[in-house]
């Protein structure tokens, strides 16, 4: 089973800021047949379920902002959000679909500074 | 548009069932598999598995085995999530969720959840 953890747990960024959050995955979740990492990110609110942001790593869904950014390869991904918007805040999932079962981040609760 | 509209909040006592329902619209049901996942208050997402609403083949994650039961009625757009004897730790939001183009996993469409409560 592939385990993925990020770092931080919680991190406090200021309006107009980059916050960067952390996602490592046990084992590589690069799918050959495609050369894609089968890496995704969500962005969770308070009472609602999760909303897809990012996913084959780098690939913004339709409608996420711009200031929304993924990367990395194998192993380590990243989620970049430039210039940190109030709306933002929330709880970020990073999530591996190479292989099930599938699994989740334990989560990064992002505040404001 | 996609839309996964989920069961209401059911309150059970332990060592009972609980079946949720999820009713999908805006895309081709059966083309695409329906996993649901859960999240006990304040935690984070866990995947559960999945079912393949067009033959009706499921994959449940270990943990799981041998208490739930993924089902579908094809008539109705409908798929079913029932776990059977629960537990205190089973309460959690339950969630069905899908890709809508059928691209990967990365799951586009959530339904609402429904809330679980076990307690006596």
């Known amino acids: 089973d592939i385990v993925v953890n990020q770092s931080p747990d919680s991190l406090a960024v200021s309006l107009g800021e980059r916050a960067t959050i952390s996602c490592k995955a046990s084992?590589?979740?690069?799918?050959?047949?495609?050369?894609?990492?089968?890496l995704a990110w969500y962005q969770q609110k308070p009472g609602q379920p999760p909303k897809l942001l990012i996913y084959?790593?780098?690939i913004r869904e339709s409608g996420v902002p711009d200031r929304f950014s993924g990367s990395g390869s194998g192993t380590d991904f990243t989620l970049t959000i430039n210039s940190l918007q109030a709306e933002d805040v929330a709880v970020y999932y990073c999530?591996?679909?190479?292989?099930?079962?599938?699994?989740f981040g334990q989560g990064t609760k992002l505040e404001i500074k | 548009q996609v839309q996964l509209v989920q069961s209401g909040a059911e309150v059970k006592k332990p060592g009972a069932s609980v079946k949720v329902s999820c009713r999908a619209s805006?895309?081709?049901?059966?083309?695409?598999?329906m996993h649901w996942m859960r999240q006990a208050p304040g935690q984070g997402l866990e995947w559960m598995g999945w079912?393949?609403?067009?033959?009706?083949?499921?994959e449940y994650e270990q943990r799981f085995q041998g208490r739930v039961r993924m089902t579908r009625d094809t008539s109705i757009n409908t798929v079913y999530m029932e776990l059977r004897s629960l537990r205190a730790d089973d309460t959690a939001i339950y969630y069905c969720?899908?890709?809508?183009?059928?691209?990967?996993?990365?799951?586009?469409?959530w339904g609402q959840g429904t809330m679980v409560t076990v307690s006596s």
């Open positions: 805006g895309y081709t049901f059966t083309g695409y598999y």
């Open positions: 084959w790593t780098s």
């Open positions: 999530h591996q679909f190479y292989s099930t079962p599938y699994s």
């Open positions: 084992q590589s979740v690069l799918d050959s047949s495609n050369n894609k990492n089968d």
């Open positions: 969720a899908s890709r809508s183009d059928g691209q990967n996993d990365a799951f586009d469409a």
């Open positions: 079912i393949n609403p067009h033959r009706g083949g499921t």
